[in-house]
């Protein structure tokens, strides 16, 4: 599903170059459960940008769903992200001024469903995540677990083929951490695959695969067998 | 502390250049449209009181009642202001002033033409305040052919020559001394004269004891301004009271006989320039106009602060944290509070020097817009400076305060721990609602300035019942030439060029003859006061009216040189003839027992023509063939033919020994000339339209700066989400359509209300409102507004998602 080679992704500011990821290869098929950690400023986020096409590499080659998407342009990397990638955040990144329903159904908008499918698709993915009964609500009428239950429901809405949690459990307490893990689990199962930045071991056994990345380069991968 | 306050509002401006730009660049113009319009109204309203005694000096004017036939005059019967000062205590003193039009001054071989001569009683220096430059105000006019100059006529005539003592000809046989030179009349004067003529001189001349004789019928011509100086404890209105005693002595037994009375009335000096609205009035002013820019004067400060509080608020955020430390570390809320106040004070102080600056700048064209005469050295009293500055300081406080009690307000807790300095929901309304006043006035503003300029084609469009096109006006006012106005005339129709030519006393847009005449009604003949053009027979063919009753007039009819009168459509309807006109009759000229006179009867009824300008209502008038020849020689030219006509005209007036030299007029111009005032304000609302636009604007600007800014994040997220950058760019500009959409839905009412108020009460006859004006307003200003936001909304539809969530 996804084929990196060389990966590498420098920033230039005045003063400085950073350069955040070194030639990082690997690969990841359809309907994986993959966790990516590493330390702070290793480039994890980095990475999962590229990946969700947010960003371009400096050099190197990425390919998405067979399609080399290394040098394609903002349009055609906005189109393929709506149809095919969901994002989760640490921050839920909700629109404070849109209701729960709103929020949900804004991927969809975009996607340009019909108004009367829309709102089966809202229903139904808000009943999934069991929070149905807020969806009048604002965001900032809800707690953590629930404001990261709609942002989940939110990446899943257009069922995508692939999630990208970044520190999905980051700003939750331990009990609704499990929540949202025990949720991507399930899409996992249902067969999305799903990329996820942590920094929780507990959160990365969820996963089958760990990449440990270190000063932007991949230090080792750990497959798992549960 | 001051020092600091000061300190950290320069740095604050430096760090925030974009912001701190556009809040002078607003507060600047806005400072200088209010000081142009304060000068202009401050000259404005203060017309003529220079003068020391002008709380006591009024103008006194005339209201006739000629058969049913009202009218009021600015001038006054020749003997009426001596004669109220035999008769009333009141009075301290008189003077009178008898314009002269176009008079031919010489000076050794030089010529000149000159309109603002007045003949004047020797009293005008004891009534008004004019400094004496050279010679003696004693008695300067009290002998015959004494003349008093300004300094510029002065200069004119003698250059830097002692003038006192030297002779200007005028009208080629008066022979005048100079006695004194004045300074110039001070440009805010109703009455402007370059001259002053002894009224004595007159004595002399045939007609010249009209000036003093107190004869009966010496008050029923009307003919000069007057002016009575009262007694310190004097009112004017014990005069009106004992008026009724004096009309019995020296008008009623006349006025009787005329069916006609008359009615003393009287402006206060100071008050002429403004509230006179008479016939035969000098130029005066109009308070409507005032009213209008001293609102807008106002309006445009408003938006310019405005437009500080509203950037100064949308900044809040990037302020807060600043306000949390200083709070931390001791600044009580009073402090805060001074701070910010202390930074919109700079910025005003400077957007004050910077429009002093740009005002001196602008002075001369403003002086060619508004016809004054500023200098800056003139406005640039202490008192004046004083004054714009104590206005920037309170926009500087006012446009502070509200930012400064905003921002003091964020709690230091909150703030620090990064939840506050979001801007609340209020206060986005209130920035909201901001704009959208600015949007209102500049959309009101636009929308005014597209129908002026309407009106004003219309006024110079209209059909206007004959042709004021492809024809030339020659007044004839040496009276030896005009005696050869047949032979002329006869000369000038031998050019191809020349297609009819016309003599007569009066043309549209110069008909002044009003003259009582006997008019057949049922049963009688009756009087009735009626305006009249005395012409020959081409008048009507020149002038291209159009018959719609009877015929025009014909040399063959063998009578109608003094048996025959054509009418307009409004006489027919107001002398209560209807569709019978022809062959009714009117008697012009009789004696006042009704006696001889020329009976004529109508033989034809021309269609309603403006002989006025399009401010007046059309009324009746009457025209017949001259026994004479008359002052004014029209001449109509082949389209095209112009050039070679006026050469060809130039040319037989110099063959026909004219003393004047050729001049001449174009009718089309006469006619346009009555509506420079509303050519002007169309070009001064242009003006103000595009300053309100301009600045509402920068407040645009501001606003989408701040609201790309401040939905960085929700842009982020949406992108994350699917959507592309035309759709946040849509989603941005939606916004702001709405804003302008909702200004323009109430700018329209407000609008057409003000215009339709102003047209009704200006003009008898006015174009409508087109719906398309209104959209183009709209359109205009809804393009320019989404273009001006466009930069921001780009720049911020078009950032990378990533940048925008990392800072969370």
Known sequence: MIKSVDLTRIFLTEEVETTALRQVTFDIKQGEFVAIMGPSGCGKSTLLNIIGLLDNPTKGKYIFLDHDVTNSSERQRAKLRKQNIGFVFQNFNLIDELTVFENVEMPLIYLGIPTKERKQRVEEVLEQMQISHRKKHFPGQLSGGQQQRVAVARAVVSNPKLILADEPTGNLDSANGEEVMNLLSDLNRKGTTIIMVTHSQRDAEYSHRIIRLFDGQILVENFQSN | ?808
């Not at chain 2, 609340?424 to 909201?432: P, T």
């Not at chain 2, 307003?777 to 539809?797: D, E, M, Y």
């Open chain 2, 1 to 808: 502390m001051f020092k600091n306050y000061l300190l950290s509002a320069i740095r604050n401006m430096a760090k925030n250049k974009f912001y701190s730009a556009l809040n002078i660049i607003g507060l600047t113009i806005g400072l200088v449209t209010f000081i142009l319009i304060f000068l202009y109204v401050r000259d404005e309203i203060t017309y003529d009181q220079h003068h020391k005694n002008y709380e006591r000096i009024y103008r006194i004017e005339s209201s006739f009642r000629i058969g049913t036939k009202y009218d009021n005059f600015a001038i006054v019967p020749f003997p009426m202001a001596p004669a109220l000062q035999l008769e009333f205590p009141e009075v301290e003193n008189v003077v009178r002033f008898a314009g002269e039009d176009n008079l031919l001054v010489r000076i050794g071989d030089k010529e000149y033409y000159e309109n603002r001569f007045y003949y004047t009683d020797s009293t005008v220096f004891d009534v008004f305040n004019h400094s004496l430059l050279a010679g003696s105000l004693d008695r300067c006019l009290a002998e015959p052919n004494t003349i008093v100059l300004t300094n510029s006529s002065a200069k004119k005539y003698f250059g830097n020559e002692n003038p006192i003592g030297r002779i200007v000809l005028v009208d080629n046989d008066m022979q005048f001394k100079v006695t004194a030179v004045v300074a110039d009349v001070l440009e805010n004067s109703h009455l402007k004269f370059d001259a002053l003529m002894s009224v004595a001189t007159l004595a002399h001349r045939p007609g010249g004891e009209d000036f003093n004789s107190m004869e009966p019928d010496r008050f029923w011509n009307i003919g000069l301004y007057a002016y009575v100086l009262l007694n310190p404890n004097s009112n004017i209105e014990s005069i009106f009271e004992k008026f009724p005693q004096f009309y019995e002595k020296y008008m009623k037994s006349l006025g009787d006989q005329l069916n006609a009375s008359f009615d003393l009335k009287a402006t206060r000096l100071d008050k002429v320039h403004l509230t006179s609205k008479l016939a035969a009035d000098l130029p005066t002013g109009n308070i409507a106009y005032i009213k209008i820019f001293s609102i807008v004067a106002l309006f445009i400060l408003l938006l310019a602060s405005i437009n500080y509080m509203n950037m100064a608020t949308a900044r809040a955020t990037k302020r807060a944290k600043e306000v949390g430390l200083r709070k931390v570390i001791g600044a009580d809320r009073y402090q805060l509070i001074i701070q910010f106040i202390s930074e919109a004070l700079l910025l005003t102080f400077i957007a004050y020097l910077l429009s002093l600056l740009i005002t001196s700048m602008l002075l001369a064209d403003f002086n060619t817009l508004s016809g004054k005469a500023f200098t800056f050295n003139g406005i640039a009293t202490p008192d004046f400076l004083l004054l714009i500055f104590g206005i920037s300081v309170i926009i500087g406080i006012i446009s502070g305060s509200y930012p400064a009690f905003y921002l003091s307000s964020f709690s230091p807790l909150k703030v620090l721990k990064g939840h506050a300095g979001k801007s609340g929901k209020a206060s986005h309304w209130l920035r909201r609602g901001l704009v959208l006043i600015q949007f209102f006035i500049a959309i009101v503003m636009i929308i005014a300035t597209i129908v002026v300029s309407d009106q004003l084609d219309f006024l110079k469009n209209k059909d206007l019942g004959f042709d004021k096109n492809n024809t030339v006006v020659l007044e004839m006012q040496d009276t030896s030439f005009r005696k050869q106005a047949v032979a002329f005339k006869e000369h000038l129709l031998q050019n191809p060029s020349i297609v009819s030519a016309c003599n007569s006393s009066g043309v549209p847009s110069r008909n002044l003859w009003i003259q009582v005449m006997l008019v057949e009604q049922e049963n009688e003949m009756k009087e009735m006061a009626v305006i009249l053009t005395q012409c020959d027979y081409d008048y009507p063919k020149t002038m291209e009216f159009k018959f719609v009753e009877g015929r025009d007039f014909d040399k063959n009819m063998g009578t109608d040189d003094t048996a025959a009168v054509i009418i307009n459509q409004t006489a027919a309807k107001q002398f209560g003839w209807g569709a019978d006109a022809i062959g009714k009759k009117i008697n012009y000229g009789m004696e006042l027992d009704r006696s001889g006179g020329r009976i004529m009867k109508v033989i034809g009824v021309v269609k309603d023509y403006n002989f006025n300008s399009l401010h007046n209502k059309i009324e009746p008038i009457i025209m017949f063939i001259s026994p004479r020849p008359r002052f004014l020689m029209t001449v109509r030219y082949k389209e095209g033919e112009k050039n070679q006509a006026l050469e060809y005209i130039e040319q037989s007036w110099k063959e026909f020994g004219n003393k004047r030299p050729f001049d001449y007029k174009m009718l089309s111009e006469m006619q346009e000339e009555s509506y420079g005032a509303e050519q002007r304000i169309s070009t001064l609302f242009l003006i103000i339209a595009s300053i309100t636009l301009f600045i509402a604007l920068l407040g645009l600007l501001g606003l989408s700066s701040f609201t790309a800014e401040s939905r960085t994040r929700e842009i982020g997220i949406r992108k994350v989400n699917g959507a592309l950058t035309g759709d946040i760019m849509l989603l941005l500009f939606r916004e702001f359509f709405w804003l302008i959409l909702i200004s323009f839905v109430f700018a329209v009412p407000v609008a057409i209300w003000q215009i339709t108020n102003w047209m009704e009460s200006s003009f008898v006859y006015y174009t409508q409102i087109h719906w398309y004006s209104v959209a183009i307003s709209g359109l205009v200003a809804l393009i320019i507004g989404l273009a001006t936001i466009s930069f921001h909304v780009v720049r911020a539809a078009s950032a990378n998602p990533v940048e925008s969530l990392k800072y969370e």
